[in-house]
């Protein structure tokens, strides 16, 4: 049974880092693309960066670009979001997700398997 299991989340300051990780169990993460998603209260979710399977391409979301980087320990099983200068509205729960597509239109029904997600809250 495919699952996936994010950890990493809490609260921190304005400019703080965090690093959530992507736990697979039932599956090889390094044969699957895999997506961090974000949903803020009232909000859509949406796509934060992924990451393809074989050749590791990477893309993220503008608001993201420059703070956040995506990367994988195929000997772990898992990926990991590394989020530096995190800002209040980096607020959200984070989802990782598998599926088949990374790109910048990639969108949730393009993922199948999900996390329960894990709390990201930016606050002084």
């Known amino acids: 049974q495919m699952q996936l299991v994010e950890s990493g989340g809490g609260l921190v300051q304005p400019g703080g880092s965090l690093r959530l990780s992507c736990t697979a169990s039932g599956f090889n993460l390094d044969y699957s693309t895999i997506g961090w998603f974000r949903q803020a209260p009232g909000k859509e979710r949406e796509g934060v960066s992924c990451?393809?399977?074989?050749?590791?391409?990477?893309y993220y979301a503008d608001t993201v670009k420059g703070r956040f980087t995506i990367s994988r320990d195929n000997a772990k099983n898992t990926v990991y979001l590394q989020m530096n200068s995190l800002k209040p509205e980096d607020t959200a729960v984070y989802y990782c997700?598998?599926?088949?597509?990374?790109?910048?239109?990639?969108?949730?029904?393009?993922?199948?398997?999900w996390g329960q997600g894990t709390q990201v809250t930016v606050s002084s």
């Open positions: 990451i393809r399977h074989r050749y590791g391409n990477t």
């Open positions: 997700a598998a599926g088949a597509y990374c790109s910048a239109d990639a969108a949730p029904h393009h993922y199948s398997a």
